[in-house]
């Protein structure tokens, strides 16, 4: 996982990089070689979920609308699904939203690029300084 702090946005970026899970299932080597044409095919996703100033609320569980965007760009193909920023919301990571998203990359063997807000346990802001 790859986190990247922006300080003006402060804004997390989850990579999920899933080569050790996915490569353990039998066949993929095959399935990757075929795959390297030097073209990779990524699916845009923009959808609803939380924006940048909304905090978190009860009961609702943003995976609920990601994990079929997930599922749908795996079935068209995609090597990479990216979703919008702040989408998560404020998110502690790891969490049993990354989790599921985790879950769900490993499944559909493809990448899953998708952004937050990162909180300490007392609640504040991840930030750089």
């Given at each position: 996982m790859?986190?990247?702090?922006?300080p003006?946005?402060m804004c997390?970026?989850?990579?999920v990089a899933?080569t050790d899970?996915?490569?353990?299932?039998?066949?993929?080597?095959?399935?990757?070689s075929?795959?390297?044409?030097?073209l990779v095919?990524?699916?845009?996703?923009?959808?609803?979920?939380?924006?940048k100033?909304?905090?978190?609320?009860?009961?609702?569980?943003?995976?609920?609308?990601?994990v079929p965007?997930?599922?749908?760009a795996?079935k068209?193909?995609?090597?990479l699904?990216v979703f919008p920023e702040y989408?998560l919301?404020?998110?502690r990571?790891?969490?049993?939203i990354?989790?599921?998203?985790?879950?769900?990359?490993?499944?559909n063997?493809?990448?899953v690029i998708?952004?937050?807000?990162?909180?300490h346990?007392d609640g504040?802001?991840q930030?750089?300084?």
């Amino acid at each position: 996982m790859l986190k990247a702090t922006l300080p003006q946005a402060m804004c997390t970026i989850f990579v999920v990089a899933l080569t050790d899970l996915i490569g353990a299932r039998a066949g993929y080597a095959q399935q990757a070689s075929e795959r390297r044409s030097g073209l990779v095919k990524v699916a845009a996703m923009q959808i609803k979920g939380y924006d940048k100033g909304n905090l978190p609320r009860e009961g609702y569980d943003p995976t609920e609308a990601i994990v079929p965007y997930i599922d749908r760009a795996s079935k068209d193909s995609a090597q990479l699904v990216v979703f919008p920023e702040y989408i998560l919301g404020h998110i502690r990571v790891p969490s049993p939203i990354t989790k599921k998203i985790l879950v769900a990359a490993a499944a559909n063997h493809i990448y899953v690029i998708i952004g937050g807000w990162e909180t300490h346990a007392d609640g504040s802001l991840q930030t750089r300084r």
